[in-house]
Every structure is written in C-alpha cells, then in structure tokens.
C-alpha cells in the first residue's frame, strides 16, 4: 500500500473530490486505484472562516513499487509502513509462575490482555468493584452524597479514564505503532471504528463501560483471573526480589513477577510501598480548578459559522501561559459538552474532574486550569509531600464548600477581583452534588492565585470570552497525576525490587488512557521475557 500525506481540502468537500485528490498526487488514472482507506483526518481551524480537512490516505493500486519509485522524492508520498502488533514471546509450557497485576485501568487491561494473549494466565487484582457496580456506586455519590472510598471514579474496573472525556490521543513516541494495538483492540471491544482515523479520537464514559466488560471477557476466556474487591495491602519481599503479596482479606498470593498499575490516587498503596522499602520519590504535579462555559460559545469563536458542523464536534482548546512569577498555567483534560464530577477517594475532601459522554451534547465546556509545581513546594521533603498536598488542599476544599461533598465555586469575574460570589450568572455550573458559592482565591497558595489570575485574561486574548465574568471556577483540581514516581530501571522492573513493575499513571509514567495502554504493553513484554528467561 501507498501512504498519502498532507491532503488538504475544504470541510465541505465531496468524496469525488477526495478521489480526484489521490488521483492527482499519484498521478494516476481512475483505472489504476483499486482501493484507498483514511488513515487519518484532522482540520486546520486556525482560519475559523475557512476550515479545512487534512487527510493521510492508504492506497491501493496498480504498480505500487513503480509509482513509489516514481515519487521517491515527494515526502508526502511513501509506503504505507506495518503497523500491525507483534508478540515478543509465547508462555512456556512449564509456566509456574503466574504473573500477577495490580490494578484494571487502562494501564492494567493492557498489561493482563497482552499477558493473556501470549498464554501467560495472568491473576489480575483491583481494589475496586466490577465496571456497571462501580458506575451505580459512582452516580450514588453524586445523587445522595454518600461515598464508597473503594469504588468511585478512582477505583474500580476501567480505571479513573472510565469516568472522563475518554480522549485517545497520547504525544508520547510511539514508533513500535502500539498505539494502534490499543485502537484496534478498542474497536474490537466495540468502539466506534472512526477512532482508527480522526485525529483526536473521544468515547466517552457510557461507550467505555461496555469496552471494558468485553475486555475483561476475552482476558478471561485466554485463561486470565480477575479478581474485584482484592486490595493489595502487603508485599512479600526476600533479598530485594518480590515473592508475593497479601490481599486485605489477609489471602497470599505467590508471584516473582507483579505488575504495578494502581492509578494515582492509590495513597495507601502509595506508603505501603515506601514502608517496605521500595524506591519511591516526590514528583511535580499541578494544581488549580475547573472552569467552565457555555460550550455554545466556545464553539462560536473557535469554528465561527462553521460551528455545529458534525465534522467538527464540539470544540476543544489546549492553553498555555507562562507567568511573571516564573509558573506556568495551563489547559488540562478539556472535555467539551460535558461535565465537572465529584473525584474524591477519601471521606471528608473534595476533588474535582471533567468528564464527557460520546456525544458531547452536554450545555457546558469545562477544563482544569492548573498551576505547575514542584518539589520544592510541598510541605516536606518526604517522598509522600506531595500526597501530604493533595490531601490539604482537597480538605480546605471540602470545608470551603459545607462539608457536605459540594463543592466550593466562584464566578470567574468574582476571583479576578478578589471578592466573593453571591449569585448565579449565565453559566450554570454542572458539578453534582452541587456547588457553595464562596471565595476561592483562600483555597491554593498565593503563587497558583497570582499566576491564574494572570492567565485568564491571558486565555482571552487567545478565545474572546474566556475571562467571562459569568464563566464558573469550581475546586479543586488535585489529581492531575501522580504526586509519586516508582523509579524503574531499563528492563521496567524497580530499581530496588527485582520482580516488581511500576507501571502507568500512578508510577509516574503515564499520562491518559492511551500513554497508560502503551505503558502496559510494554511492562507486559518486559515481564513475558522475564518469565521466559527464567524458565529456560
């Protein structure tokens, strides 16, 4: 096959056109193509008044080495390369040592899929309860404020991405393509196949909880265990070589090789480790609050006339502004048409999150706007500060807004002037249970208040109206990764733990569904080759 880069054409174009476009580039007859398929699809909005449609086409033809040959100095033209995944072993007959993985989010179904499909019978452990109890448990807390602190947005089958926008994209180096191992394996779990080729591919929650259920169903039939409700509380360690571990209804389980995908919010397990000894060590993370519009408006000045095009969707933004005191302030997990949940894991604190359906239909925008910070910013200097952070802020945060889970929140207008808010403006906040209106520039460090009330009108100047006054900050944002990093080394196994496999979002060494599927696949290649070493 044959990969055409950098078509571009307008959003109205027709397929004959797209045709002709393949034609034309290949320089070639109608008779010549059998076949072409989109790779991928993106648009160029810059020009909001004049969007258009960029493709990558895979074509199928006569004569594709002549015309290959023949277009060798063109860059947009180029074999289509093999992106289709490779196994890197095969279990051994003798296997007698199950490996074991901690964790079913993303990061964790990568890692007991690909272990299943190479015959290695993964026994796979969450904390958390199965996907459609853990969504009653989850919807229940928001409804009657009434908290499960083992299944919630952060615990349970799916992960904390279950409850998200479900965005599939990743700007980690991905040149082994498993990437599309991860789409590919979505779709055959029943995701829409566009998410092979738009260029920001979205689920949503309610099409991820039956991804996930059909996922499980297949680690299951190639011989995995899964096993819900199994909190990790203990590891067995012998001469710095993992050997087990001990579950919170006190069952051991045997292993010299067990993945660690807990997520970030995993803080208990997060001291465990660091009690017994396992090289862990503060990282950055960022903090700060949702904010959010009318999604009609956002879509307005981004796509301009063009807004509501089905091609299009429901616009997004990614924002940056880099402050007089040296912080930077960002955009995070923008979920258009959707809403701010309640992420809390721990009793009596407050946290916040976006999340977004497949459609994006909801009425409102929402983002994280969030301040870099360092090390050097916690409370300590333990390997736990930032944890120690999180876990101050969430408290003031649940203080602020009644000590009833609803949450402390603020017109836009109100915190760039350094004054409480009493009403309700045109934006009417999404979070459930519900909000306290109140004064939320007490809540973060004085640097975040000075760098978010610097970038706002930044972000302004950049998409008119987002210095709304009615526009809605709602707080706080905490859990934008993990406050931890679980050092490995070349071979992915800890740098003080033979055996152990820090892995994904709560390692340290992800960032999203996709990066922390891609993790996944390659902490399960390291263990199938650890396991074969063993075994010869």
């Known amino acids: 096959m044959i990969r055409i880069t950098n078509i571009k054409l307008p959003l109205d174009h027709t397929e004959n056109q797209l045709q002709q476009e393949i034609l034309s580039t290949l320089k070639i007859s109608q008779n010549q193509l059998i076949d072409f398929t989109i790779f991928r699809r993106g648009f160029d909005a810059r020009n909001n008044k004049n969007i258009?449609?960029?493709?990558?086409?895979?074509?199928?033809?006569?004569?594709?080495v002549g015309l290959l040959k023949k277009h060798s100095k063109n860059q947009n033209v180029r074999a289509t390369p093999d992106m289709s995944y490779k196994y890197v072993a095969q279990a051994p007959e003798n296997l007698n040592d199950r490996p074991v993985v901690v964790g079913f989010g993303p990061c964790g179904i990568f890692i007991g899929l690909v272990l299943a499909e190479m015959g290695y019978k993964p026994i796979i452990l969450d904390r958390g309860k199965e996907v459609r109890e853990r969504t009653k448990d989850t919807f229940g807390f928001w409804r009657t404020r009434t908290l499960n602190t083992e299944s919630n947005v952060q615990f349970g089958e799916g992960g904390a991405g279950t409850f998200s926008d479900g965005k599939l994209w990743t700007q980690i180096n991905d040149k082994k393509h498993?990437?599309?191992?991860?789409?590919?394996d979505f779709v055959d779990a029943g995701a829409p196949e566009e998410i092979l080729y738009v260029s920001k591919p979205h689920i949503g929650t309610f099409k991820l909880v039956g991804m996930v259920e059909k996922m499980r169903a297949k680690i299951i039939e190639l011989g995995g265990e899964i096993r819900f409700s199994s909190r990790v509380d203990d590891l067995h360690i012998t001469d710095g070589q993992i050997t087990g571990l001990t579950l919170s209804n006190g069952q051991q389980i045997n292993s010299k090789h067990i993945a660690l995908a807990t997520g970030h919010s995993a803080r208990d397990t997060f001291e465990m480790l660091y009690k017994k000894g396992v090289y862990i060590e503060a990282k950055p993370f960022s903090i700060g609050f949702r904010i959010e519009h009318n999604q009609s408006s956002?879509?307005?000045?981004?796509?301009?006339?063009?807004?509501?095009?089905?091609?299009?969707?429901?616009?997004?933004?990614?924002?940056?502004?880099?402050?007089?005191?040296?912080?930077?302030?960002?955009?995070?997990?923008?979920?258009?048409?959707?809403?701010?949940?309640?992420?809390?894991?721990?009793?009596?604190?407050?946290?916040?999150?976006?999340m977004s359906q497949y459609s994006r239909n909801e009425r409102n925008a929402n983002s994280a706007i969030v301040v870099g910070i360092e090390p050097s910013d916690y409370p300590d200097d333990s390997p736990l500060a930032g944890v120690e952070l999180q876990r101050q802020l969430e408290t003031a945060a649940y203080h602020l807004g009644g000590e009833n889970y609803d949450a402390p929140a603020q017109l836009v207008g109100d915190y760039l002037d350094n004054k409480p808010s009493a009403i309700l403006g045109k934006v009417e906040p999404?979070?459930?249970?519900?909000?306290?209106?109140?004064d939320l520039t007490q809540i973060l460090p004085d640097y975040c208040r000075e760098a978010i009330q610097e970038a706002i009108p930044a972000f302004n100047k950049k998409i008119r109206g987002f210095a709304l006054k009615d526009a809605m900050l709602t707080g706080v944002e905490t859990r934008t990764s993990s406050p931890v990093s679980i050092k490995r080394g070349a071979d992915y196994q800890s740098i003080n733990t033979k055996g152990l496999y820090?892995?994904?979002?709560?390692?340290?060494?992800?960032?999203?569904?996709?990066?922390?599927?891609?993790?996944?696949?390659?902490?399960?290649?390291?263990?199938?080759?650890?396991?074969?070493?063993?075994?010869?």
């Open 298 to 354: 956002i879509d307005e000045v981004l796509f301009g006339k063009n807004a509501g095009n089905p091609i299009l969707g429901a616009a997004d933004y990614k924002l940056v502004h880099h402050c007089k005191n040296g912080r930077s302030v960002y955009s995070f997990c923008m979920c258009p048409g959707g809403t701010v949940v309640a992420a809390t894991s721990e009793e009596n604190r407050v946290v916040t999150n976006g």
């Open 502 to 536: 820090p892995a994904g979002e709560g390692a340290g060494y992800a960032g999203g569904i996709m990066s922390a599927a891609i993790d996944g696949i390659r902490i399960a290649e390291a263990m199938a080759l650890a396991i074969n070493e063993k075994n010869e």
């Open 178 to 184: 498993y990437g599309r191992k991860v789409l590919n």
């Open 430 to 438: 999404s979070y459930k249970p519900g909000v306290k209106l109140t």
């Open 52 to 64: 258009s449609l960029l493709y990558t086409i895979d074509v199928t033809s006569k004569n594709e």
